[in-house]
């Protein structure tokens, strides 16, 4: 196996002890703030250490391409953006509180995901449709490292998804501004200029993330160990389940516990280090 070591700051020493303790034999650097230790034989106290030194750390088949991939889908709030929206869109309306700990309690699996979008969506209620083009304007950020991740993934040949819980009209925008091939959320109702309270059709939660993804994955002739899927919150582990790899990206516990491997502390662009890339990409 390869090790993939991955963080803000990494000490030689820190190396050259994790290839002591996995019995690499050798240490490459993939980029700045990614190394991998080659033929890595031992796992016991990898995690404990890497996480007394804050690095992120995976074991990876030596064999495993970027491009023996073929999609790859990502949750959009506090994943594929480093913001949550309709917590921002609260803000406009004053509520950002009541609608952020709402958010925060599903995140954690504590509520059913449509239960708690339509209870978010309904503090919404009289806010004026202007506040979502606001929203965009100044709050959307996209989280560290994604411009890099889907410029290796296009150009090894993957296509991109984002499937959100969230609203059609930022993943629209998304979708645009990334060139993404695929994008999903739900529809905000509008009347007379003003958000209604509700959401339009059935609500994609757990459950309509997965089925989006299977869908795509299918439509492309795909294998679900051709699949990468990124999320942070319980919402997204049904989606992550339709995937070969899963992606906890400064997730919760929960979802940590689940996937396949954990980002904590570096940008999204540390998921295309765990595999072998080109280095022209």
């Known amino acids: 196996?390869?090790?993939?070591?991955?963080?803000?700051?990494?000490?030689?020493?820190?190396?050259?002890?994790?290839?002591?303790?996995?019995?690499?034999?050798?240490?490459?650097?993939?980029?700045?703030?990614?190394?991998?230790?080659?033929?890595?034989?031992?796992?016991?106290?990898?995690?404990?250490?890497?996480?007394?030194?804050?690095?992120?750390?995976?074991?990876?088949?030596?064999?495993?391409?970027?491009?023996?991939?073929?999609?790859?889908?990502?949750?959009?709030?506090?994943?594929?953006?480093?913001?949550?929206?309709?917590?921002?869109?609260?803000?406009?309306?004053?509520?950002?509180?009541?609608?952020?700990?709402?958010?925060?309690?599903?995140?954690?699996?504590?509520?059913?995901?449509?239960?708690?979008?339509?209870?978010?969506?309904?503090?919404?209620?009289?806010?004026h449709q202007d506040a979502l083009q606001q929203v965009y304007d100044e709050r959307v950020r996209l989280s560290p490292g994604a411009e890099i991740m889907l410029q290796r993934m296009k150009f090894a040949g993957l296509r991109t998804m984002v499937i959100s819980g969230g609203f059609t009209f930022f993943t629209d925008r998304i979708k645009t501004k990334l060139n993404l091939d695929y994008a999903a959320a739900n529809k905000l109702e509008i009347a007379d200029g003003k958000l209604t309270g509700k959401v339009m059709g059935e609500i994609i939660g757990a459950s309509g993330k997965a089925e989006v993804l299977k869908s795509v994955r299918e439509k492309l002739g795909l294998r679900r160990e051709q699949v990468i899927a990124i999320g942070d919150g319980a919402n997204d582990l049904k989606m992550m389940e339709e995937a070969g790899v899963s992606i906890a990206y400064h997730a919760k516990p929960i979802v940590q516990e689940k996937a396949t491997y954990a980002i904590n502390h570096v940008g999204l662009d540390g998921v295309a280090n765990l595999f072998t890339w080109s280095a022209s990409s």
């Open 1 to 127: 196996m390869n090790l993939i070591i991955q963080g803000l700051e990494i000490a030689n020493s820190d190396l050259r002890e994790l290839a002591k303790l996995a019995g690499a034999n050798h240490i490459e650097r993939i980029t700045g703030q990614a190394f991998r230790l080659e033929n890595a034989t031992r796992r016991e106290l990898v995690a404990e250490y890497c996480a007394d030194a804050e690095l992120d750390f995976a074991f990876v088949e030596q064999t495993a391409q970027l491009s023996d991939f073929g999609l790859v889908a990502m949750d959009m709030d506090s994943t594929l953006l480093a913001i949550e929206s309709i917590d921002e869109i609260a803000d406009m309306h004053g509520m950002k509180p009541q609608v952020s700990e709402i958010t925060q309690r599903t995140m954690r699996g504590e509520i059913v995901f449509a239960e708690s979008l339509r209870q978010r969506t309904a503090l919404l209620q009289g806010l």
